[in-house]
């Protein structure tokens, strides 16, 4: 007895010891980098062109009341007018009626091109919150050091970053040793199938194969990670993929005073509330663990005990990260409830009942795996479960690569105080759509951002500051003019994930 309890102690006290070890040398990934310049930079002007893009309401809904084909048309006139080296240098082409492609001939033809995406579109203000506006929300008005209005944020600041910064250089006589594509699709905020998806395929039609694509995705945040002090810049490696799943039930009309043992909407509220109850399961999937390898080492030693020794507190970390929404979205596929229907009257009982589930997807699960989840927890053959959208998850872009490099010392040399961390997109994004043209896509905004002003993004008073503006063009200017060796050739990627959606709604407000 005495000799086992000397063999416990000493494991016990090795496990403290590793712990300890492990904690102490995870070591922060963070470094200086030159500082990019702001100087020559036309941070009121900039504002000026933004506010006057925010001006058209192009809303890509086209069952909305607000939509308008002739906004499109008319806020490609204005940027034509707004740029116009960019529009005598740059070869430009309409792709799907309303989505630009421009082209920036690069010096060297034996160099990978590089994309920039953004969109044009925007998503429609709720009705009835338009008195809760400070600044009328198609108004691109100018106050207070910001631009205000729908888009400001999402995402028309960066369509005019990247066209103030490629207009930046043409004035200073600057051509890129490499070709740059500007790629805005039209209708990202409805799925971007006649947008992007279009430009996609023009490119894989012409052997076009970029050695990264960035597209909006992460941004500087603050107070958003708990426990780290400083920004955290988070660049999207990848995204969740989305499901909405219809569940219909059946059964015999007639008056409440004799009602079955189980209504038609008692089935669909049974459905549903088991689905919340048994969500999918909570993983610390690769993905995960490389995001928490570069924010563990900004947290306090509390936290970087734990995310040093995930092998010893795993099950303590998940139960920690789940309890609150954003932790609980990025280890798991979520499920939100987001529609039913079923009844005509308080006393009739509903012969049809039905809900709509939003699963976001996470990476390393498919839309098979998640149907037969759905099925095996409501376990009643009497609900018809029906799949009406799904969009598998997207690939998942290495860190390693030099693109990713690339992007990490550039957001170092605009928001140095910021963490950089890689990091998987809850949302969906145009960037899936070049998948079968490249395999390094990253998702970065390059704006600084509050905790508090996250719910401006699709939601009331929607804004961006002067200097946001500013620090954009700075951070694409340098992107354009920076140079790099890609490791190997980039692949074609020709088996991309699955997409079901023919004969389907279009997906809205993603």
């Given at each position: 007895m005495a000799?086992?309890?000397?063999?416990?102690?000493?494991?016990?006290?090795?496990?403290?010891?590793?712990?300890?070890?492990?904690?102490?040398t995870f070591k922060s990934k963070r470094y200086p980098a030159e500082r990019a310049a702001l100087d020559g930079i036309d941070f009121t002007g900039?504002?000026?062109?933004?506010?006057?893009?925010?001006?058209?309401?192009?809303?890509?809904?086209?069952?909305h009341p607000a939509f308008s084909s002739g906004e499109f048309l008319r806020l490609a006139a204005y940027l034509e007018t707004s740029y116009p080296l960019v529009h005598a240098n740059l070869e430009k082409e309409s792709v799907g009626e309303y989505s630009v492609l421009y082209r920036w001939k690069g010096s060297n033809e034996e160099a990978q091109p590089v994309l920039f995406s953004a969109h044009l579109d925007v998503?429609?203000?709720?009705?009835?919150?338009?008195?809760?506006?400070?600044?009328?929300?198609?108004?691109?008005?100018l106050a207070d050091g910001y631009v205000w209005g729908r888009g400001a944020m999402d995402m028309k600041f960066q369509v005019i970053a990247l066209l103030e910064a490629a207009e930046h250089l043409l004035r200073e006589g600057y051509r890129p040793a490499r070709d740059i594509y500007l790629a805005f699709g039209h209708d990202e905020e409805i799925g971007g199938g006649e947008g992007a998806r279009r430009i996609a395929e023009l490119l894989r039609s012409r052997g076009v194969k970029p050695a990264y694509v960035l597209d909006e995705g992460g941004s500087v945040t603050e107070g958003v990670v708990a426990g780290v002090s400083s920004p955290v810049a988070v660049?999207?490696?990848?995204?969740?993929?989305?499901?909405?799943?219809?569940?219909?039930?059946?059964?015999?009309?007639?008056?409440?005073?004799?009602?079955?043992?189980?209504?038609?909407?008692?089935?669909?509220?049974?459905?549903?509330?088991?689905?919340?109850?048994?969500?999918?399961?909570?993983?610390?999937?690769?993905?995960?663990?490389?995001?928490?390898?570069?924010?563990?080492?900004?947290?306090?030693?509390?936290?970087?005990?734990?995310?040093?020794?995930l092998w010893l507190f795993a099950p303590l970390f998940k139960a920690v990260f789940t309890s609150f929404p954003a932790g609980n979205a990025?280890?798991?596929?979520?499920?939100?409830?987001?529609?039913?229907?079923?009844?005509?009257?308080?006393?009739?009982?509903?012969?049809?009942?039905?809900?709509?589930?939003?699963?976001?997807?996470?990476?390393?699960?498919?839309?098979?795996?998640?149907?037969?989840?759905?099925?095996?927890?409501?376990?009643?053959?009497?609900?018809?479960?029906e799949m009406m959208q799904l969009s598998e998850p997207s690939?998942?872009?290495?860190?390693?690569?030099?693109?990713?490099?690339?992007?990490?010392?550039?957001?170092?040399?605009?928001?140095?105080?910021?963490?950089?961390?890689?990091?998987?997109?809850?949302?969906?994004?145009?960037?899936?759509?070049?998948?079968?043209?490249?395999?390094?896509?990253?998702?970065?905004?390059?704006?600084?951002?509050?905790?508090?002003?996250?719910?401006?993004?699709?939601?009331?008073?929607?804004?961006?500051?002067?200097?946001?503006?500013?620090?954009?063009?700075a951070f694409f200017i340098k992107l354009f003019k920076s140079s790099f060796r890609c490791q190997a050739p980039n692949e074609l990627f020709l088996t991309r994930r699955a997409t079901v959606n023919a004969g389907l709604p279009r997906i809205k407000n993603r």
């Open positions: 000799i086992f309890k000397a063999g416990a102690a000493a494991a016990a006290a090795l496990i403290v010891l590793v712990v300890l070890f492990r904690a102490l900039a504002a000026g062109r933004l506010a006057g893009a925010i001006k058209f309401k192009t809303i890509s809904d086209p069952e998503v429609a203000v709720e009705e009835g919150t338009e008195r809760d506006w400070l600044h009328p929300p198609f108004g691109g008005d660049v999207g490696i990848g995204e969740k993929g989305f499901a909405s799943i219809r569940l219909t039930a059946e059964s015999e009309g007639g008056h409440s005073s004799m009602p079955p043992r189980h209504t038609a909407a008692g089935m669909i509220g049974r459905a549903v509330a088991a689905l919340e109850k048994h969500p999918r399961p909570a993983r610390l999937s690769g993905h995960v663990r490389l995001m928490l390898s570069f924010i563990g080492p900004e947290m306090s030693f509390a936290f970087r005990l734990i995310l040093a020794n990025i280890l798991r596929t979520t499920t939100a409830v987001t529609m039913l229907e079923g009844g005509t009257a308080p006393n009739v009982l509903p012969q049809k009942a039905s809900a709509v589930v939003n699963f976001r997807i996470a990476p390393g699960e498919t839309g098979a795996v998640l149907l037969a989840h759905v099925k095996k927890v409501i376990r009643n053959d009497k609900i018809k479960i690939r998942i872009s290495p860190v390693d690569s030099a693109a990713f490099k690339l992007i990490e010392n550039v957001i170092y040399s605009v928001f140095p105080a910021a963490v950089v961390a890689p990091y998987v997109v809850i949302a969906a994004t145009d960037a899936v759509k070049y998948e079968p043209v490249c395999g390094n896509i990253y998702r970065f905004s390059p704006f600084q951002i509050a905790a508090a002003d996250l719910e401006r993004i699709h939601g009331t008073n929607e804004r961006i500051s002067f200097e946001n503006i500013g620090r954009s063009i």
